[in-house]
């Protein structure tokens, strides 16, 4: 398939005999090149082939970092940043060759900071685990991608997630970073006041980076009090455009709802099969509403009104934990409930954020350009900030499918970035949004950014072929 295009052998670089020999003296047994670990670290959760690295190496500490990067940079062989490898752009296919950093063994909690809502971290840290270990103090950390992801590669990728509408993205989440350069200095972005205007925002510059400027090796979030109340509700729609059309209502009513997440029936009806639910197979909202008992009743009793003003039907409560847990964890396995409609195919799952006001004309859109596809596809969002995600079943044999979820992927990106959205609201550009950066930013934002890349990285060796091309 030419999905493998991408892929040119003949950029790969070669570590030589004498790098090898300096990486096997520096980590002895933790510098593996065996092909099983080299191909689980060259597989993401994108539709593009296994790309494996040319060695893997397991940091336990930031000293162990700085010496994996100082000798990339003196053999100049690309680095590559793993952190659970869900990446859904191909963000850690070495596709010019290298060394991955495999993060799973920094995985402390460093520091709890309750009065001031903030948590230090290891990258390798679970986003689950984090909330495991900070439960006790009555804080949480809210960012909420779905997948079983790190802090360190939610940072690197500038992740957001269901509850983004309430509390934000890493973007506004991350108050500082520990850093690697290419030299192998290590930088504190900024400290841990609650705001600073002093020089150039390093944070916000390493955030959404994507591993291409340095190596994140300690990352300070924001935390948050954990609601006194939490309710959930469900809403059927008769179509597509009038629940999102609830949305953009919702939004401008200003309620403060957590969550609002659109499923459309192809979706709805994956996860019943996956997650072995009875929902009703229309489109659908899910909602969450965090606060005090008074209200979130209230908060739910004004989006109830606006979703019946729009056709919403069956509108539903979901007040026991178990319950909002159940529903969650179906919309959060999406994904792979998506992949049980056609067992064998492969993935293209694509993302675009708008305009709120432009939401219901990019989705409504995007749907008629998927109707008569060969292959199944689902509809899903975050939809209360705008975001929503595509995902195309095709068979990985067939180059016809191939080309068609392309052309879908163009078509909607063509379409948000027209309507003032972006790209990627939340996958991040890895390898497969590359090509649309120009479009976005034009051709002087891209030429600024590349300069950016040439001034952290002159040997470019950090994940080469990713966000930019050299």
């Known amino acids: 398939m030419h999905m493998v295009s991408f892929i040119n052998q003949s950029v790969r670089r070669t570590l030589s005999q004498e790098g090898l020999t300096s990486f096997q003296a520096q980590f002895g047994e933790r510098f593996i090149t065996s092909d099983a670990v080299r191909q689980h670290h060259g597989t993401d959760e994108s539709p593009y082939p296994v790309c494996p690295p040319d060695a893997v190496i397991f940091p336990r500490n930031i000293d162990d970092v700085v010496a994996a990067v100082r000798l990339c940079n003196k053999y ?43 948590v230090t971290v290891e990258p390798g840290v679970i986003r689950t685990q984090l909330n495991d270990e900070i439960r006790h103090t009555g ?31 890493m973007r506004e989440n991350v108050v500082s970073l520990k850093v ?16 600073s205007s002093a020089g150039y925002d390093l944070t916000r510059l390493f955030v959404g980076s994507e591993g291409t400027l340095g190596i994140i090796v300690e990352v300070t979030v924001r935390v948050y009090p954990q609601p006194e109340a939490v309710t959930a509700a469900i809403c059927n729609f008769p179509s597509l455009t009038a629940a999102v059309q609830s949305v953009i209502e ?21 996860v019943n099969r996956y997650s072995k639910l009875g929902l009703k197979e229309t489109p659908l909202l899910l909602f969450e509403f965090h606060g005090s008992q008074t209200g979130v009743r209230e908060q739910a009793e004004i989006v109830q009104e606006i979703a019946r003003d729009n056709g919403g039907m069956d509108f539903e409560w979901a007040d026991r934990p178990e319950d909002r847990t159940r529903l969650w964890t179906a919309r959060h396995n999406s994904h792979y409930s998506g992949l049980q409609l056609r067992p064998g195919s492969r993935s293209v799952a694509t993302d675009v954020c708008v305009p709120i006001s432009r939401l219901a004309e990019c989705v409504t859109q995007t749907a008629e ?27 990985p044999d067939s180059e016809d499918e191939w080309q068609k979820s392309e052309h879908i992927n163009r ?24 090509e649309f950066l120009k479009e976005e930013h034009g051709e002087a934002g891209l030429n600024l950014m590349r300069l950016i890349k040439h001034a952290y990285d002159p040997n470019n060796i950090f994940n080469p072929g990713k966000l930019v091309s050299w």
């Open 369 to 395: 350009d998927l109707e008569g596809m060969p292959f199944p596809y689902t509809i899903v969002g975050h939809v209360g900030d705008g975001n929503f995600h595509v995902q195309m079943l095709i068979d």
């Open 139 to 169: 804080l949480f950390f809210p960012i909420d991608p779905g997948a079983y992801a790190s802090i360190g590669g939610m940072a690197a990728t500038r992740a957001s997630g269901t509850n983004a509408v309430r509390y934000g993205t």
């Open 76 to 118: 100049k062989v690309p680095i590559i940043p793993f952190g659970i490898g869900s990446s859904l752009e191909g963000h850690i296919l070495a596709i010019e060759g290298g060394v991955t950093l495999d993060f799973s063994e920094m995985n402390k909690v460093l520091a709890i900071n309750a009065e001031d809502f903030t």
């Open 180 to 195: 690697v350069t290419a030299e192998g200095d290590v930088i504190r972005t900024s400290s841990r006041a609650r705001k």
């Open 411 to 434: 078509r909607l990106v063509t379409r948000a970035i027209q309507m003032d959205g972006t790209c990627s609201g939340e996958h991040g550009v890895g390898v497969h949004k590359m």
């Open 250 to 270: 919702i939004m401008q009513s200003g309620v403060a709802i957590a969550r609002v997440e659109f499923m459309d029936e192809r979706a709805v009806a994956a």
